[in-house]
């Protein structure tokens, strides 16, 4: 598997991780690692070199075309609710921290009943968010995170071991963005048949967070953009201006994060932002990113996606249905027609044949992708237990319809039990 981004070492005391033109630096202080901000997927970094933070400093909260500095965050929280952790303190203003807390508080809560039948919301994000407002200055024993303007500044037993603004990277995040771009060549060339490609295929835990791409004559629909965006479509050699439509199964920060950075590049272009999405999932998604983008209704063509009333996007054909899946919000599974062929995506959904013999709910019935012609579907390799489809259930779909069924939504398996998409594959229809 492809694993973006790099770390290294500013000084003795400070680790940079970079990915796709952002940047989030940790240091080690007496009271344990402290990490400045986030950025989309900062948890795998984080723990593919091994940095556990004990404290968080929350800057303003930022965006540009390579992404926000908040988006991340949620995903350091499900991976300390799997993987247990003693939580960490956020030290900021008290509207930053607040902001960043707001953010978590839309989604982060909501969870399966322990049979997974209905959707509960937990007290646990206080398991985890230790909220420090401070004014200025943080201070213990001797440790001192002081918050002035812009800057963030840390000393440690009296000695100076961070200036932020004194570390800041040469290279601007819209400038790596625009050289990302710069090695891409647009293809406007209207497709006969539906194309479709895996920009990822992973989850927010592993890989490159699952992220489709569909294109059908002049439209190109990113469902769920991915972190980094101009980075993650050039991996497959698309120019992120291809994308002419962007669609969003849920509010899950894993098939979201590269939202901020889109409505950001609109926004630098003049013009709308074309997205489909149920009216709940975009309401919470205004609610959480306003303070950011306090006008998303003008930046935003918002074009509503309900279960039952498919939507004409050019000559494609978008219809969905309400996945069993933990969020109040709703959570869509797709089918997505083009000259004459279909193809389905499940997006995040607990198939179980027990579960949706209580549910009763016949669209969860693998009947509902008898019409596709390709079917992706998520899949667990290892746990029946978990919130999402274990693979011998999904085997029973593929059992039972006549298109050709892929999972995603996974860590790489080698040697997987079922076909498995790999990011970049494309599928002509
Ligand atoms: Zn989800
Ligand atoms: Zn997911």
């Not at 991340?72 to 956020?90: L, N, P, S, T």
């Not at 812009?150 to 601007?172: C, F, H, K, M, Q």
């Not at 479509?233 to 201006?241: E, K, P, Q, S």
């Not at 494609?316 to 249905?321: F, G, H, L, P």
Request: proline share 5%; aromatic share 10%.
């Amino acid at each position: 598997m492809h694993e973006s981004g790099r770390q290294s070492h500013l000084t003795e005391k400070v680790i940079r991780l970079e990915n796709g033109g952002m940047n989030v630096d940790f240091i080690h202080t007496s009271e344990g690692l402290l990490r400045i901000g986030a950025m989309p997927d900062v948890s795998k970094m984080a723990a593919r070199f091994d940095l556990d933070d004990s404290l968080v400093a929350v800057p303003a909260w930022e965006v540009s075309q390579a992404g926000d500095n908040y988006t991340g965050e949620e995903f350091v929280f499900w991976r300390a609710q799997v993987y247990g952790h003693e939580g960490r303190k956020y030290i900021g203003s008290p509207d930053c921290v607040n902001q960043l807390k707001s953010k978590l508080d839309a989604v982060f809560p909501y969870f399966f009943d322990d049979e997974r039948i209905h959707i509960v919301r937990k007290a646990w994000l206080d398991n985890w968010f230790l909220a420090r407002p401070v004014e200025t200055l943080y201070h213990n024993r001797d440790l001192k995170v002081e918050f002035t303007g812009d800057n963030i500044t840390v000393s440690d037993n009296g000695e100076p071991v961070y200036n932020r603004l004194d570390l800041a990277p040469s290279l601007l995040p819209d400038d790596a963005v625009e050289n990302r771009l710069a090695a891409v060549s647009p293809d406007p060339v209207a497709r006969e048949n539906l194309t479709i490609t895996a920009i990822g295929s992973g989850n927010g835990f592993s890989g490159k967070s699952a992220s489709i791409l569909a294109r059908f004559g002049k439209r190109a629909v990113w469902i769920d953009p991915c972190a980094f965006p101009a980075h993650s479509l050039a991996d497959t050699n698309v120019h992120w201006d291809d994308i002419t439509d962007i669609l969003i199964t849920h509010n899950h920060e894993d098939h979201m994060s590269g939202f901020s950075a889109c409505l950001c590049r609109c926004e630098r272009q003049k013009r709308r932002l074309r997205l489909i999405t149920g009216k709940n999932i975009f309401r919470i998604l205004k609610q959480q990113f306003s303070p950011l983008f306090p006008d998303m209704d003008q930046l935003v063509e918002f074009r509503e996606l309900k279960p039952g009333t498919p939507l004409q996007i050019g000559g494609i054909t978008v219809d969905a249905r309400w996945n069993h899946h933990f969020l109040p919000f709703g959570t869509l599974g797709l089918r997505i027609s083009a000259g004459g062929k279909t193809c389905g995506i499940s997006g995040d959904t607990k198939f179980s044949t027990a579960i949706n013999a209580v549910v009763g709910r016949p669209e969860l019935d693998p009947a509902w992708f008898a019409d596709c012609d390709l079917i992706l579907h998520e899949v667990d390799f290892v746990s029946a237990d978990g919130v999402h489809s274990y693979w011998e259930e999904v085997a029973k779909i593929r059992d039972t319809v006549s298109g050709t069924l892929y999972g995603y939504h996974s860590p790489e398996v080698e040697s997987p039990p079922l076909p498995q998409v790999r990011d970049g594959q494309t599928f002509t229809l």
